[in-house]
DNA sequence: CTGAAAGCGCTTACAG
DNA sequence: CTGAAAGCGCTTACAG
């Protein structure tokens, strides 16, 4: 592969002015520059990202380390990254730790190798001591989706507080009074908040959240049809399980299904995170969306504002509940949203 | 950062011999060895993968770009590439063409540039000059799922012809006579080789392929939807549509419920990729599944095998029917597959 | 077993 | 406007 020594022989200038007309250097005379060009084209010449990098330290490359890629909101938050990073003039390099803390240590170890500009994650845990300490060094960083309390860090992230409070407005709006949950693991956020919002939200309504009605998941489909065939097993079983992803909600379906029950009829469901399918899923289920795209977006330009000294700052977006058919009927009745909301609830159409 | 420098004067040695120990070269003193270790211990010290990289002209790392990362085929395919890379001690760097030529060059320059040991690729369309010119040069390559034809490079994918008369057999033992298909862009070889598949195997039973039932759609849920809606606008719709890959077959549903029609009521549905979700869409639907994961590891298997100068050869694995109800009601009488078969079928259970 | 030195492909003060 | 030179952090013959 040519080099810029190639480029600057076949040019006839030194490998210095080859560097200036690439990177755009006024001073440069047309000569020069015209000479250098058509050298670079004749050679098909490329620089070498590695050379440049060693010299500038900075790779323009951004790290991501997702909980699991097969989920489908990670795999929309991290399209939209590439995105807007693309834009910025960024690369990105996604990690999937697979809900694994020793699997997204190995990539936050690898990316940090690789000397990459900054570190978006959504930590499946506490923080392994090689992120902890990446942190404190400084290393440009921001948590989104799910973050690492007492850690310095800027959190990109949807809040579902107000709409897991509209879910339960509407479920007990349904009739229904026994509301289990399919948490997330307890060492994310998100696994925490998500239990806490909703039985703050039962409170409110006067319901218990009993520890029977508290299962517990990672986040992926198998502990979601694990978890829901502990609730049909229980003597007094849920009307209502709530999975706080969309695995989890899959595998809810998967334990439902095989036991030749049907939601709503015999359990209603609803889960966290929407996702298209969930449209055409029988019946479509009750969701709360993320504003996802938008999340990934703020998040890279949280990053690259660390990363260029311009800050960078935490960003909190709203999620919303999305009604579909998985909970029962809502009555017909009403065009309007049957129960009283501060936050903008969607009706599906669909 | 501490750099190898800072190691050796730590340890009072040179930075050869940290250099000999951090790689494992046997010629190094148990004092040296130790006193280096604990150097690195105490500094935290980390091997700059760019320097290295610069150094020794490899990067460890395969490019991976697939046509789209919200397809969930091509996300399981990812997952398995970069499990298989771990294990033989690659990192990969995903690229995303969304479908796009130009992203999909876009990617190809960047990994290129960034001297990637290696390139996986599922091309969205014939290849670009950059992306031939590198074939061509010699860079380790390997096609997956789709390719180039006459390009030198091997060819990992699986072979869905038999499975296409199966599902051909299924449909026309359901009494379905008039069959369309959503076919994926002429310039990919899935996208025609479905359609040739499909048009042969309705041949095999006397059947035509009119073009009014060959919907151009591009791998896309939207175009799967604006396809589906022209069928059902034709004098004569289909019975039954056969969409060339999961997406499409979510866009079809779409349309289809936009009209307020069921399937396989009103028309049947039947898709090119088998996703956890169709087991729970309503109705589940009939597909055909590609050993994914299978797939992937072969060709990283491949790749590496080129990398290292193994040779590095092409693999085709078989796809093969999963037949659930979209297409209406299967025989209950008959416990067998309904069909002759060479190739396995799958009844689902679910 | 060990170190001094060259060199990977770039960029960038510095001097002219 | 231009070039010679230093240097980014490593690895690896070469000599001892």
């Keep these: 592969m040519a080099s810029i020594k190639d480029v600057a022989a076949e040019a006839g200038v030194s490998v210095a002015t080859v560097s200036r007309v690439l990177n755009g250097h006024p001073s440069v005379s047309a000569a020069a520059r015209a000479r250098v060009l058509g050298a670079v084209e004749a050679l098909g010449y490329r620089p070498n990202a590695v050379a440049r990098s060693l010299r500038t330290d900075q790779t323009r490359t951004l790290g991501l380390v997702i909980s699991d890629v097969l989920n489908p909101y990670f795999t929309e938050l991290a399209r939209s990254v590439e995105e807007e990073a693309r ?5 990105v390099i996604i990690g999937n730790a697979d809900e ?5 240590d190995h990539h936050v170890t690898t990316l940090l190798d690789r000397r990459i500009d900054g570190l978006l994650v959504s930590p499946t845990d506490g923080g ?5 300490e990446a942190a404190r060094a400084g290393t440009p960083m ?39 949950i399919i948490a997330g693991p307890a060492a994310t956020t998100t696994g925490r908040e998500r239990v806490d919002a909703f039985r703050e939200a039962l409170g409110a309504h006067g319901l218990p959240l009993p520890d029977a009605y508290i299962g517990q998941g990672d986040f992926q489909a198998d502990s979601g049809r694990r ?5 049909l097993d229980l003597p007094e079983p849920p009307e209502v399980v709530f999975a706080a992803d969309n695995l989890m909600a899959l595998g809810a379906l998967d334990a439902v299904r095989a036991r030749g029950l049907r939601v709503p009829r015999d359990i209603a469901l609803a889960a966290f995170d929407d996702i298209r399918w969930f449209v055409h899923t029988d019946p479509p289920v009750t969701a709360i969306a993320q504003p996802t795209g938008e999340l990934g977006r703020a998040a890279v330009r949280a990053l690259v504002d660390r990363i260029e000294g311009r800050g960078g700052a935490s960003v909190t977006l709203p999620a919303r509940l999305v009604v579909r ?8 009745s009403s ?11 969607r009706r599906s159409t669909t």
Tied chains: 1, 2.
């Design 87 to 91: 834009a910025l003039g960024y690369s």
């Design 100 to 104: 694994r803390p020793d699997l997204q």
């Design 128 to 132: 392994s001591p090689r992120m902890l």
């Design 142 to 180: 921001v948590f989104v989706d799910r973050w690492i309390p007492g850690v310095d860090v800027p959190v990109v992230r949807s809040d579902g507080r107000a709409a897991v409070r509209d879910l339960v407005a509407h479920l007990h709006g349904l009739g229904h009074r026994r509301l289990a």
């Design 227 to 231: 978890v829901t065939e502990g609730f």
């Design 325 to 332: 058919r998985s909970c029962g009927e809502p009555p017909a």
């Design 335 to 345: 065009p309007q949203s049957p129960f009283p909301s501060p936050s903008p609830v």
